[in-house]
């Protein structure tokens, strides 16, 4: 499973009140839902509680690539729906930094080296072979 985490948000709105804030956050995870819900093959599969409420992820599904993501809620808050729902059809997270777990741990992938990542490539693609 792939974890998605913004990079760069686009929240450029300015809050005065607790209110505004709470009902924003409420409109835009109403909004990601309504288009996971309605989306062909898309599926929201649950949550993945972290150890401290910044780390808690939805589980996202995608049946036509057949892999699962792991994507934090500040990324549906603050990144353009659009954006979101595009990287999680394609699997291309050009604006989104990549984790993946590993062995029972969870690691950013910028921080691998390049054999590192191709072993990774691979594993998406099945290709399990010694070369």
Same mark, same amino acid.
């Given at each position: 499973?792939?974890?998605?985490? #913004? @990079?760069?948000?686009?929240?450029?709105?300015?809050?005065?009140?607790?209110? =505004?804030?709470?009902?924003? /956050?409420?409109? *835009? %995870?109403?909004?990601?839902?309504?288009?996971?819900?309605?989306?062909?093959? #898309? @599926?929201?599969?649950?949550?993945?509680?972290?150890?401290?409420?910044?780390? =808690?992820?939805?589980?996202? /599904?995608?049946? *036509? %690539?057949?892999?699962?993501?792991?994507?934090?809620?500040?990324?549906?808050?603050?990144?353009?729906?659009?954006?979101?729902?595009?990287?999680?059809?394609?699997?291309?997270?050009?604006?989104?930094?990549?984790?993946?777990?590993?062995?029972?741990?969870?690691?950013?992938?910028?921080?691998?080296?390049?054999?590192?990542?191709?072993?990774?490539?691979?594993?998406?693609?099945?290709?399990?072979?010694?070369?």
């Amino acid at each position: 499973m792939t974890t998605a985490m #913004l @990079e760069r948000p686009s929240v450029s709105e300015r809050m005065d009140s607790k209110d =505004d804030i709470q009902f924003f /956050i409420e409109e *835009k %995870l109403n909004a990601f839902d309504a288009a996971i819900e309605g989306h062909e093959y #898309l @599926e929201i599969d649950g949550d993945l509680p972290g150890n401290t409420p910044e780390e =808690d992820c939805l589980k996202i /599904i995608n049946h *036509k %690539l057949e892999c699962a993501y792991a994507l934090d809620v500040d990324s549906v808050i603050k990144q353009d729906l659009k954006s979101v729902i595009c990287a999680l059809e394609t699997g291309i997270f050009t604006r989104l930094n990549g984790v993946t777990r590993i062995v029972g741990y969870y690691s950013r992938v910028s921080n691998w080296n390049k054999s590192k990542i191709g072993e990774l490539h691979d594993r998406h693609m099945g290709k399990y072979s010694v070369r």
